[in-house]
């Protein structure tokens, strides 16, 4: 994966009062789109993601997190996007990514993060991190998802390449960089830009509408 140009930010945490979108989707219009698409084993792999998705419905947020990060490091088997998509950087949706059954370490994040805006956990709480993960001797580019249950908090992290969710001071492995979500881009000192200048959220969030997704 490659860093975006903003790779200079560093993790904070900044509360935001303005609201943010919520996503939501047609589970028969998704199932239609991916038999279409990508044929018969792209939808039975939609349809597990909604069994799931409806299965951890009442679940605790806590249950919820591990429900959503054990599907998705099962479902996907990773790899490089110049292998599954023959291009150096490319951000799947959840359909794309399921029709696959492969992704790097973007559409493992990118499913997690909709499957629980999906189940109620606020977009807040959520965040997109890009972080230098130190994998034996290599320091490499690499996303996880923060979890935030209040905002001072220290977040938990799901990650593809560990299963386990572990706190963050537990990960002295992954060195944070900057990171995002549907309000905004989080900054030092407190400011937030736009989550539109990061032209691969845009890309994405129109294919997502594309699929059957609306924001």
Same mark, same amino acid.
């Given at each position: 994966? &490659?860093?975006? @140009? /903003?790779?200079?930010?560093?993790?904070?945490?900044?509360?935001?009062?303005?609201?943010?979108?919520?996503?939501?989707?047609?589970?028969?219009? /998704?199932?239609?789109?991916?038999?279409?698409?990508?044929?018969?084993?792209?939808?039975?792999?939609?349809?597990?993601?909604? #069994?799931?998705?409806?299965?951890?419905?009442?679940?605790?947020?806590?249950?919820?997190?591990? &429900? $959503?990060?054990?599907?998705?490091?099962?479902?996907? +088997?990773?790899?490089?996007?110049?292998? +599954?998509?023959?291009?150096?950087?490319?951000? @799947?949706?959840?359909?794309?990514?399921?029709?696959?059954? #492969?992704?790097?370490?973007?559409?493992?994040?990118?499913?997690?993060?909709?499957?629980?805006?999906?189940? !109620?956990?606020?977009?807040?709480?959520?965040?997109?991190?890009?972080? %230098?993960?130190?994998? !034996?001797?290599?320091?490499?580019?690499?996303?996880?998802?923060?979890?935030?249950?209040? =905002?001072?908090?220290?977040?938990?992290?799901?990650?593809?390449?560990?299963?386990? +969710?572990?706190?963050?001071?537990?990960?002295?492995? /992954?060195?944070? $960089?900057?990171?995002?979500?549907? %309000? !905004?881009?989080?900054? =030092?000192?407190?400011?937030? %830009?736009?989550?539109?200048?990061?032209?691969?959220?845009?890309?994405?969030?129109?294919?997502? %509408?594309?699929?059957?997704?609306?924001?």
């Amino acid at each position: 994966m &490659a860093l975006p @140009a /903003l790779v200079g930010l560093c993790l904070v945490l900044v509360a935001v009062p303005a609201p943010a979108p919520a996503f939501a989707f047609d589970p028969s219009a /998704l199932q239609a789109y991916a038999r279409k698409h990508y044929g018969a084993r792209a939808e039975r792999a939609v349809l597990a993601w909604q #069994a799931m998705l409806a299965q951890a419905k009442g679940l605790s947020e806590q249950e919820k997190l591990r &429900a $959503v990060n054990d599907f998705w490091n099962s479902a996907l +088997i990773g790899g490089e996007d110049i292998t +599954i998509w023959h291009t150096v950087d490319y951000w @799947a949706t959840p359909v794309e990514s399921l029709s696959k059954g #492969a992704g790097d370490c973007e559409d493992y994040v990118i499913g997690k993060y909709f499957s629980l805006i999906d189940l !109620g956990v606020p977009p807040e709480k959520l965040r997109l991190v890009y972080v %230098r993960a130190q994998v !034996g001797n290599q320091s490499i580019a690499h996303m996880v998802l923060g979890y935030y249950p209040s =905002p001072q908090a220290e977040p938990l992290v799901l990650d593809s390449l560990v299963d386990r +969710i572990q706190l963050a001071h537990l990960r002295p492995d /992954l060195t944070p $960089v900057f990171s995002f979500n549907a %309000r !905004g881009i989080y900054m =030092p000192g407190g400011a937030r %830009r736009s989550v539109d200048q990061i032209g691969r959220w845009r890309d994405l969030l129109r294919k997502m %509408r594309a699929e059957g997704f609306q924001p």
